[in-house]
DNA sequence: GCCGTAATTGACCGGGCGGTCAAGGAATTC
DNA sequence: GAATTCCTTGACCGCCCGGTCAATTACGGC
């Protein structure tokens, strides 16, 4: 198994460069017409080298989506760690996710791919409760001081990760580039949501 | 080439059967993984049968999808006869297609997956660009008189897109079964955003 | 009942896929 | 400089996939 190798430097470098160019492959091309030949030749090494930091095709997949969720996790956690008031995090919160999804259309192709195959969905399934989990406890937070309405944490946080995913959407598959007056809609769409 | 095929009436019966477990299985199983021995041998034919009614598999996804668009916008075309009103219109045709999402959660799932490779994403580009022009043609003639506000009739049909899209994948890729609610929260936002 | 065409069969094919492995080269450690 | 571990190579394997086709059968029109 490739999972507990010891990597030095060198390799961790070039088990990211396989993740990263990988990625790119699977979004461009899609996942199954990509084929791991295609991705060692586009890195420049041989096949064995894939199978020594991976054990699979699909392993790498799931790895990716996981490596994505906690990436994007840091991200918001950096975001709002500026701010102390609930509501204010939640914003910071919902642009940092905004701004992550203009940055990571590759990843966002992937996701879509990835729902229509049942065990990347698992892995999906589980990355989307834990984000809302996230955002349904700033949500109780702001609910405890007040700042807005009373209801079902995780039907609103759900909500607000619609509308992310939709401007991710517009993000990765639109034709031109978003109108940045469409990230003010969305954020006020979210933050007026919660008041009634 | 299957396409000038004069198909019998019993001809017409088998290709709708392949074209309907076809899209069950690919939904699903996903597309790659059903091979076309899988999609035979469940309708319980021999594999030339396939290519007797359709010229590769490509094909056949293209043709599940570019079906899947007439049917809905046929649908939308009945629910929006009896009204008169743009605006009732309007509503009814997003009512009818909130109903066919909840209907066809498995093209839901075809249609995300088409997304992730460039042949069927073309497709999908073209089909949806078709029933925002739809919807825009319909927002166009709400605002001559006066009844919503005026604005870019193609974002604002966009938009009312994304929400019904983003219902259906609740439907699709949800755990449970959706709050009858979600439907009017998601016709009332869409009917409020036009007002301003 | 005959004939033309629609429909069906399933063995077969070439190729490309994911994955393996014996062998050998680089670092690192002592 | 020997030993150990990390890393790399690329020919090779078996499988199964999408697709073909010559032969055969069912159907409809007359």
């Known amino acids: 198994?490739?999972?507990?190798?010891?990597?030095?430097?060198?390799?961790?470098?070039?088990?990211?460069?396989?993740?990263?160019?990988?990625?790119?492959?699977?979004?461009?091309?899609?996942?199954?017409?990509?084929?791991?030949?295609?991705?060692?030749?586009?890195?420049?090494?041989?096949?064995?080298?894939?199978?020594?930091?991976?054990?699979?095709k699909d392993q790498l997949l799931e790895e990716i989506l996981r490596d994505a969720l906690r990436d994007l996790r840091t991200t918001q956690a950096a975001a709002i760690a500026d701010a102390t008031d609930p509501l204010q995090r939640l914003e910071a919160g919902i642009r940092a996710s905004i701004r992550w999804s203009a940055a990571n259309t590759d990843i966002i192709r992937l996701v879509n791919f990835g729902w229509s195959e049942?065990?990347?969905?698992?892995?999906?399934?589980?990355g989307r409760d834990i984000v809302v989990t996230d955002t349904a406890h700033l949500i109780e937070q702001a609910v405890d001081l007040g700042q807005i309405m009373e209801g079902d944490p995780v039907m609103m946080a759900s909500a607000i990760r619609a509308v992310i995913d939709q401007l991710g959407q517009e993000y990765a598959l639109g034709n031109g580039d978003v109108d940045p007056e469409m990230v003010e809609t969305a954020v006020r769409m979210c933050l007026r949501g919660l008041r009634g």
Chains 1, 2 share one sequence.
Do not use: C
């Open 1 to 56: 198994m490739a999972e507990k190798r010891q990597l030095t430097r060198r390799g961790r470098q070039r088990r990211d460069k396989l993740l990263a160019y990988a990625t790119t492959r699977f979004a461009e091309n899609g996942y199954h017409p990509t084929s791991v030949s295609d991705i060692v030749d586009g890195v420049g090494v041989g096949k064995g080298v894939f199978y020594w930091y991976f054990d699979s």
């Open 118 to 126: 049942e065990s990347f969905a698992d892995v999906l399934r589980r």
